[in-house]
């Protein structure tokens, strides 16, 4: 069974990991270096951005995830989780630098006042059993997706969930609630990674 690391700096870590454990997978929060031994996938909470960048230099996790991601290690982020998965920060603090791990441009905060926070039913390629009820709290939307990113679902005619080969990020919380379908599509992709171990991205 593959074992999944939840970045465990800042956010909402224990919905994911609670998510994670009650699919039947291990499940371990991750702080430091030494816990991305052993891993078959990462999730990126949502939470805060700003912090979340910051803290990776702080706990010094910056470059042994880096190292980690380019080797191909999947990744799902959630909401701010996807702004740190993100080549290209817009509305974003000047020294805030993301992971670069998926070829997306985001913008923070992106939904406006009067929709800072909703809820929508969303349908996502791939997902069987219908649209997922998409939660947003002061999301970000994707405003540019790289060659190599696939648009999964949209609001506004904005991507707010993409994925790519070794990665997905959505700009939602699929954690909250009980409908579980996504974590289990980001599964299935570590799956597919356990099965052809593909060799480092090219950049
Ligand atoms: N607005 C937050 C940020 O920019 C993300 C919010 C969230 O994760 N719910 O980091």
Same mark, same amino acid.
Request: aromatic share 4%.
């Given at each position: ?28 929060? =991750?702080?430091?270096?030494?816990? %991305? &031994? #052993?891993?078959?996938?990462? $999730?990126?909470? /949502?939470?805060?951005?700003? !912090? ?31 702004? =740190?998965?993100?080549?290209?920060? %817009? &509305? #974003?603090?000047?020294?805030? $630098?993301?992971? /670069?791990?998926?070829?997306? !441009? ?39 997706? #790289?060659?190599?990113?696939? $648009? ?52």
């Amino acid at each position: 069974d593959p074992v999944i690391g939840v970045l465990a700096l800042q956010g909402d870590v224990r919905e994911h990991l609670m998510t994670l454990a009650g699919l039947g997978v291990t499940a371990r929060p =991750v702080r430091r270096a030494r816990e %991305l &031994d #052993g891993l078959d996938g990462i $999730v990126v909470p /949502g939470g805060e951005s700003t !912090t979340l960048c910051r803290l990776l230099d702080v706990f010094e996790l910056r470059d042994p995830l880096t190292a980690r991601l380019r080797a191909g290690l999947p990744a799902f982020g959630s909401c701010a989780g996807m702004i =740190v998965l993100a080549t290209e920060i %817009l &509305d #974003g603090r000047p020294d805030q $630098v993301p992971l /670069g791990t998926l070829d997306i !441009t985001v913008r923070r905060n992106a939904f406006g006042r009067q929709r800072d926070s909703f809820e929508t039913d969303l349908p996502v390629a791939g997902l069987a059993g219908g649209p997922l009820r998409g939660v947003f709290i002061r999301a970000p939307r994707v405003e540019r997706v #790289g060659p190599d990113v696939q $648009v999964l679902a949209e609001v506004d005619g904005y991507a707010v969930a993409v994925r790519s080969a070794t990665a997905m990020a959505v700009a939602f919380h699929p954690e909250v609630g009980d409908d579980d379908r996504l974590h289990e599509a980001f599964l299935e992709l570590v799956t597919e990674r356990q099965r052809t171990p593909a060799g480092p991205r090219t950049p």
